[in-house]
DNA sequence: CTGGCCATTTAAAACGTTATAAATTCAGCA
DNA sequence: TGCTGAATTTATAACGTTTTAAATGGCCAG
């Protein structure tokens, strides 16, 4: 434990004095100022002087000031950063990176920096946000796998806690959210089966504990009620489940009276699995059967072009969620203004005939 | 631009004096101790008396408090910050997800906090390290998509900064890294699809800037030389290629004279490509031709079980990555301790005949 | 010339922690 | 008794910022 102290890697070299990383005193022994006075300058508050602020600037500029983020943290109680509750048992392709992405996006420019919070060790989600809430790590959190009664939501709303969540809930504290419409999603897709000339559309749905499993289900009972035919919704199986499961469960009730003869899947790995458990029967994609699946990559269309997809963006979403948690820590208070349902695209091949 | 002061959610009720989150000076008044002496007494330093440190110790659980990050990191100049520069331009079936997973598992119980560096409008990657190192905005640093000449690893080792990449560099400096062994897994791979009767094997390598591209080539090439066999290495796409691009230009060389029997891909979706190419022309894996590649989900396995596969483990890989930059922080200096070569387990299936 | 008011700038304190140096206590011993 | 040194504790300052309250100086009405 040999502890090494401040950082090595900071060359000096100084004609006047002391020349490490420039802070506020540095550029008011330049200025002549105070240091409060630079501080308010860079601020741009309105009790400066124009010309002052201006002179300021050019001289933060010149040396290339930045502010330490750990003093205006200390200070100010504020941390700039915001946090992501990630979840490591995602199966959705690319779904944690391109959230993050998305969000990062959001905030360049900003004075927040993106942090990871994963959910390990950490019992349960709710516990990991009790841990970031108390220990006042973050100005705002951004999670996903929302449920309809969401444990985390009803904390950090009592709170008072800025978040945003990828999904809705039911509770009757509104608060921002960003959604995909999986609702329309769901329908359309099972609209466009039926379309087709499939007479027994199935579902694998999200699984049960996640509002959006909820709308897909709605969406795609709506679309079979309407068309009166006959539909089944997978069990034992959901959205989570590893790929070889789905597999085996496709064959498998294929191995059983009355199959479905078409599949309305909610995301890639669940329709590649399908294929693979199909095709083990005998069974070609296309001819015997179809499929129309949720696509998140650019993997699924490219491998399998029989499967129609209906694109979601997760990359976007998460540039909105960054932007809406940003205006609700900026003060924004109408909540239906941090409420964002993303629409489907529809691909126009969606209104060919089968 | 109305700006919230500070955080609203927390509770005020004090009996005695001002309740907020526990401070050193909290603890100090409960015992009577002077601060000075608790912040000691809390870090076990020798000095301060084997019962006082138990007792102070005591009362911190007891009011649980936690030290203030920005108050240490003012002080010290020490973040308590791991920065990971992502990549979003990763086709590897969940790299990014992985890695964080395993260096948050490392992380785990440590003070230090995982933080996301994407890699984006910061133009190149050798800038967005002088950012981070020029304002200290963590004490470590990870990245992958390593090059033989990397200019991120030059900076920072002048620097002195602490860093373990991912891939290995040919720079006379020796760093921590933690690397597959792409030499072996791309040798054996090769060497297995000879043992199943092929006799040209192609290689769809990785982007030729990357060091694991040069490690894939020579043993897939050491492998082709031993058996005597003829070979090709697939121009115009690499493991970054696009799923569609790959399955075309696979499509494409099958329509031109001479072409492979075999593949040796470096990731799932370059297979489920190839795969797909190949079955265009009307082509069946296992029987016109063989694929071996490396998997890091279990996609492809579960979706094509006729394709042979290597697994490399990234959140193991994440995981070491952690470790050894602790180990670097924490003042080791012994840079062979912190180079880490994970070894390719081959699958016992490999000795089988054809 | 005094007093008051404005615009602008400033000094001092504080956030919670750690480092430096000094203080306190007490035992052992001349 | 007084001195030395070890063991333990403490006061003070500092990190870089923002906040609060106060100071400065100019200008005009009285």
Redesign the pocket.
Known sequence: MA?P?KPAHAEDSGSTAKR???????I?EIT????????????D?????????KRVREVADEIG????R???R????RTNVIGVLLDPHEEILGYGTSIMSGIAKALQGTAYHLIVMPNFLNKTNVEAVHYITRNAMADGLIFSRTEPLDPRVRLLSDLGFPFVTHGRTELSTPHPYVDYDNFTFAYQATKRLIAKGRRKPALISGPADFTFAGYLQHGFMTAVREAGCAYEILTGVDLDSPAGMIRDRVRQRYAEPDPPDSFMCGGEVCALATITGMSDCGLTLGREYDIVAKQTSHLLSAIQPQVETIYEDLTATGEDMGRVLLQKIGGESDVSRLQLLLCPQIPASFDAAG
């Open positions: 502890a102290s490490g990383k420039p802070t506020l005193r540095t008011a002549g100022l105070a240091v409060t006075t630079v501080s308010r300058a860079l601020s508050a309105p009790q400066i002087s124009l010309e002052t602020r000031y930045s502010p330490d750990a003093a205006q200390l200070k100010t109680g």
